[in-house]
Nanobody
Framework: QVQLVESGGGLVQAGGSLRLSCEAS????????MGWYRQAPGKQREMVAV??????TNYADSVKGRFTINRDDDKKVYLQMNSLKPEDTAVYYC???????????WGQGTQVTVSS
């Protein structure tokens, strides 16, 4: 079993910054891809940023230049969010796809609210 625990959400004014953290635990040898997704009220969950074990990254167009994803070991991933906008308000979910597993796993989500 794989567990993901997120932290770092909160309330911030537009233009501010937040840093989200996610740590994976469980019977994991390594994790190929980790990422952040978000879901706003009434909308579908969407990819925000993903990063492979080799350091390759991919960002949603809406966050390019403002958000940065990074990993400092195989089981922790971070999302630095700068220049936040009200439209970034959502529940942010961490996702991990461990090597050798057939599916990815989700964290419980952390709320990010950006006030105008």
């Amino acid at each position: 079993q794989v567990q993901l625990v997120e932290s770092g959400g909160g309330l911030v004014q537009a233009g501010g910054s937040l840093r989200l953290s996610c740590e994976a635990s469980g019977s994991i040898f390594s994790i190929n891809v980790m990422g952040w997704y978000r879901q706003a009220p009434g909308k579908q969950r969407e990819m925000v940023a993903v990063i492979t074990s080799g350091g390759s990254t991919n960002y949603a167009d809406s966050v390019k230049g403002r958000f940065t994803i990074n990993r400092d070991d195989d089981k922790k991933v971070y999302l630095q969010m700068n220049s936040l906008k009200p439209e970034d308000t959502a529940v942010y979910y961490c996702n991990a796809f461990p090597t050798g597993y057939k599916r990815g796993y989700w964290g419980q989500g952390t709320q990010v609210t950006v006030s105008s």
